[in-house]
Each structure stands twice: as structure tokens, then as C-alpha cells.
């Protein structure tokens, strides 16, 4: 049966995050930075918005290197803030998720999923799914990004970088073909400089070239697995699943507590905010759970974990409460120390009874 595989990159994605915060940095070039500590500007460059790039910074590149390709542009020059940038890729990823059957969290700004029956495998329908995702991720967190679509999650990568930013590209199967040849052959995930550099010393500079490569040949020199994969990704071959099913993700939030305790009532009224959080998600994304978790990590940062699966599933945030404080109550009579951080989950998610399924949408 075919696929249909989307995958989502986020446009410059830390660089975008930092304008929304300071809107005042909007129109300028702005270049988040790996500071090293070394002197003021020792360290790399971790990415940069559009405006940056005109003027040649890129990734990786020395911050002394950026300064000098911006000289009198009144470029800002901020510090990575990882936590930050986190965060909102969860809500990103969040919103991603429950578009398709299948999830998987492929880097910070990237997430893939299968929409095979979302879109009732049809590509006019994927499309309508791609520029809803879009519409959702600009509207709640004023992010653009590039979506590919494709019969596999190698076809729907490629496509996502074909056309930055805010691009969507739909590549059908019959259309694969035609896509890849073109493409220089470090367009492949998974091909770096190295084995780009290796296989130009073989003649080989495109996709349409590697697929036709004498099979025998790319096996001598990259070894028989590595030479089948190569040949496989250049015809726009992959068998790889979509990672989690969607019912295998979860929901969790974790804190520090104000103070080191092991007393139950302090703990629960602190975890009121992310019981509060969590009933949000369920009711945004109509989802019930039917295990719910609990974890404390103690002075020691040693953890500990429980969970309780339910009867029955519900969306029913009381009861988060309700187990969670049987958990806590169970860890801490288990031993004798104080705890500083304290988690809740939810898992074995679906769609609620009665509301829309995934493959209704
Ligand atoms: N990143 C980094 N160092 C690198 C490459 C990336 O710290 N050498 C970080 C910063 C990026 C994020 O990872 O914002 C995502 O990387 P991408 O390669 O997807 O690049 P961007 O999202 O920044 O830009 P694009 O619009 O090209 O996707
Ligand atoms: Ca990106
Ligand atoms: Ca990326």
C-alpha cells in the first residue's frame, strides 16, 4: 500500500524565534551564536535570519567572520537560548502530531508524520493538511516553516529543503524520479562531504547518476550494504517507518520544586500549574490517556518513576490528580530523602470517542 510521508522544517529556526521575541530586531540581520567564552566573540555561529545570509553567514561559521561580513549593517549578534527554543518546538511538534497517524520528533525543527489515511492517500488532500499545519504553527506561534510531501520520509526530507522558506513541496510518486536526478548527490541525507567528494572521483555528481551506477562498482568501494543503500535513496527508495505510533506518545511536564520537601501537599500544590497545563493539551488536542505517570528526583538526582494504567481511558484531568498523588505517596514512603523535581504524564493517548478521528480530519 502507498504512503504518503510530510515532513516539517522550521525556516531559520532560532533566528526566528529571537525576532519574535524582539520584534524591534525584525528587517535587520540577526545572528544567534555558540559563544566559547574564550574572548568576546570567540565561538560559532548557530544560525541567522535571511538577512544575515545575504551577506554570506552560514552555520558553523566563526562569530569574528560573521562581525566582519556584516560590518556596518547594525546586525544583532545574540546567544543561544536553548531552553527557549525547546520549549516552543514541543509546541510546535504538539501541533504537528496530531495531523497524522505516525510521529516522529526528527531534530529540534523537524518533525515527520504519516498522513496516509489522514489524507485518505490522496495528495490534493496532503497538500490541504501541509497549509493547515502552516496556517496553525504561524497563527500560534508566529513561525513559518517548509513542509515536503512525498511517498517516504527520504522523498518528503528532500522536499522540504527544495523550496525555503515557508515552502511546501509536493512530490507525487510518478514525479520522484524527475525530482531527484538533478540534484547533487549531498541532497541525499545521509551523503556528507566525504562520500560527495568519494563519488566524484567516481564521475558521479547527481542522483540520475548514482541510480544508474554500476551496482558492483559502488560495492567495492562503499562496501555491499552501504552501496544498496545509495542506489536505493537515489531512486527515491526507503522503507523506513514513520517512528512513533501516535497512541506511543506522551504528554509530561516536570519542575524543581521551590524547596527540597518530601511532603505530599506541598508537592501536589506545586504541580497544580502542570496539571493545569497538561488539561490544556488534552482539551486542544481531543485526546483521552489511560496511564498516567509520576517521577521525583531527589537531592541525590536520583529518579523515580510510576505509573498506574487506567481501566479505562478518559480526558478527565481530576484524575491525573487523583493518581498522581497516590504515586508521589508511594515513591516517598519508599525512602527516606527529600526530593527537588517532580514530573506528571499522561500516556497511551487517543483520539476521544465521539470527536473526529485522526483519519477524519
Ligand atoms: N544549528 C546549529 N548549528 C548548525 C546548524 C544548525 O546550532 N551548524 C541549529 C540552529 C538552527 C537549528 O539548528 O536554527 C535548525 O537547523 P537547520 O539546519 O534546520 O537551519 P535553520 O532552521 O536555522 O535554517 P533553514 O531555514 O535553512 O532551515
Ligand atoms: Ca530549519
Ligand atoms: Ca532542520
Redesign the pocket.
Known sequence: MERIVLHL???????QVEENEHPEYKGKPVV?C?YSGRDETSGVV??SNYEARKYGVK??MPIKIAIAHLKGTGAVFLPVDHELYSRISQGVMEIVSTYGEKFEYAS??EGVIEISEAAHRSYGEAKEIAEKIKKEILGKFHLTCSIGIGPNRLVAKIASDFR??NGLTVVKPDEVGAFLEKMDVDKIPGIGKKSRDFLATMGIHVVGQLRDADPALLGEAFGKKTAGWLINSAKGIDETEVGIAWEQKQVSRIMTLKNDTRDLDGIMNSMKPLVQEIADEIREMEISFSSVGATLIDENMKTFTKSRTLAHPTGDANEITKIAKMLFAEIISETKMNFRRAGIKIEKLEKRKGQKTLGEF
Open positions: 522544517d522550521i525556516d531559520y529556526f532560532f533566528a544567534v555558540v548557530s544560525t552555520s558553523g529540534i525543527d525555503k522558506p
